[in-house]
């Protein structure tokens, strides 16, 4: 199956590795690099494109336990998505929906309700993330709200 690889570890993709792909495990069979975008990969027991065709469209995931760590002040999409938003001041904006990359920052779109707000990710506006308590407080800049 051909798959865009979005991740910083390349090394993920090595035969005998387990990928889930719609919540069932399978094992890496072998991976090729096709251009800078995409990879080709075999995985055991998905054996002819039909097979593959069945999971167009979906995301393949490691095993947390095989995440790793990553530096101080870096975080996981996984670990953000859902993530409850709050202001310096204590009101809860709502959740992060999604996570935009811009090239120059990520942007956390914060959704609550039918509301949304764009929170870019900067030093000077995220104040703290507690990935255990699934907390963010953020000094929204004026004009953002």
Known sequence: MQVEPITDFPGRFAAGEVLFLAGHPYRLEYALQRNSAWMVLKLEGIDSAQDADAFRGQSLFVPRHR????????YYYFQLVDMEVYTSEGERLGQISEIMETGSNDVYVV????QEILVPALDDVIQSVHVEAGRMVVDLPPGLR
């Open 111 to 114: 959704t609550n309700g039918d």
């Open 67 to 74: 995440v790793p760590p990553l530096p101080q002040g870096q």
